[in-house]
């Protein structure tokens, strides 16, 4: 081997990543290996010493899921199947083509979503006959209660959006859909129903259409329906990015549960920026488990499980990541640009504990014998919450 080739060779060895922490632990991996995966998790490559005892895996990329394709979009979900952890809450990562359509459907489950990129129109009928009919567009959010009908359709430009169910064995693939259940009806019953003849229903669909292309509806003011009930007496969409942010040091924070978005009553949320340099606290979750999705950028996390276990994940855009109830954690921003993600619960509010604040507003004495606390550390401490915090 000439000497230009070795000097190629020994730069690429130096550009792999190998499982040696820094005070000398681990060992050179030389067997088969997916050296791409090992680049894009080096904390779980080198974890760091503190990690110990067998926290489950909490992270799941949509990128490894099953993608259905159907003219008019695609769809692919993360269940307990993908992530079996994950027993509260599955999501649903969806995209619509400019007039593709989620058929009229319903669930069992709450259905709460986050819309991405692009606007969609949606419709929806509450059990009294009231209707629906609205336009959400980037950073929107939409709810529909369990068992109550609805529908998706991509405008202009398209969409693609977040779905969120109250059930970690939920699939989008299993629903209530009005072509399935056309199709499972005996015309006869079908044309008693509507009082037509059985011929009306010679073309109708003999299986779920799921999602189809359609062309792109017209303003919304010509799709309203005059309903002699009247519209649904709370909002079935909120106004996400609109809202006022609570902003720290480290970055933003914008809570949204049943006190401000009345009828989302299963699922409460929050949509973190944290910024370069930037750490979603040291904090846990009093009254369930954390499901995330992480929408842009790139962090780490380290979920504490207690009994001297602990385990942290890389993540990026496209993960979901989960925290079961109660388990201490952090986010942080391991990137030069802003880590965005949503943090999920099946709840109807919010609720964190900030350890920080806890050790602030404890006396003095018992914080200081219990963690041997430096003076340092007690002058650090605040009384205030602060959910995304700066450090050097």
């Known amino acids: 081997m000439d000497k230009n080739n070795k000097d190629q060779q020994q730069r690429r060895q130096m550009q792999i990543p190998q499982p040696i922490r820094s005070d000398g632990a681990g060992a050179t991996d030389l067997g088969p290996r997916d050296i791409m995966r090992d680049i894009q998790n080096p904390d779980m490559l080198v974890s760091p010493a503190t990690d110990a005892g067998t926290v489950p895996n909490l992270r799941f990329s949509y990128s490894d899921t099953h993608m259905q394709l159907n003219f008019g979009g695609w769809s692919r979900e993360i269940t307990v199947r993908e992530l079996p952890v994950a027993k509260t809450l599955a999501g649903v990562n969806m995209r619509l083509t400019p007039g593709g359509v989620r058929e009229l459907h319903w669930h069992q489950e709450a259905e709460w979503a986050y819309m991405i990129l692009g606007r969609a129109r949606i419709t929806s009928v509450d059990q009294n006959g009231r209707n629906f009919i609205a336009d959400v567009g980037e950073g929107d959010l939409w709810y ?34 009005i072509s399935d259940w056309f199709a499972h009806t005996p015309k006869e019953v079908l044309s008693a129903n509507f009082g037509i003849p059985e011929s009306a229903f010679a073309n109708i669909p003999t299986e779920q259409r799921y999602i189809y292309q359609s062309t792109v509806p017209g303003p919304i003011e010509t799709q309203a329906v005059p309903d002699p009930y009247g519209t649904v007496p709370l909002s079935f ?11 720290t040091p480290g970055g933003t924070v914008r809570i949204v549960d049943s006190t401000n978005f009345p009828i989302s009553q299963r699922i409460a949320a929050a949509l973190v920026e944290i910024k370069p340099g930037g750490m979603r606290e040291l904090h846990w979750h009093p009254n369930n488990d954390e499901w995330q999705y992480y929408l842009a950028g790139q962090g780490r996390m380290t979920a504490f499980a207690g009994n001297g276990t602990a385990r942290t994940f890389d993540v990026r855009a ?9 388990f201490g954690h952090y986010v942080q921003n391991t990137g030069n640009k802003s880590l965005w993600f949503l943090e999920m619960f099946k709840s109807d509010r919010f609720a964190d504990v900030s350890l920080n604040q806890w050790m602030a507003l404890t006396p003095k004495e018992i914080v200081q014998t219990n963690v041997n606390a430096s003076p340092e550390l007690m002058n650090s401490l605040r009384k205030e919450k602060w959910p995304v915090v700066k450090y050097d």
Not at 147 to 170: A, T
């Open 237 to 247: 969409t909120h106004r996400l990015m609109a809202q006022k942010p609570l902003v």
């Open 318 to 326: 496209g993960d979901v990541g989960y925290v079961p109830f109660a």
């Open 144 to 177: 529909f209660p369990p068992g109550i009908p609805h529908s998706i359709q991509g405008l202009e430009e398209g969409c693609e959006f977040l779905l969120v169910f109250d059930d970690g064995n939920f699939s989008d693939l299993s629903t209530f859909s």
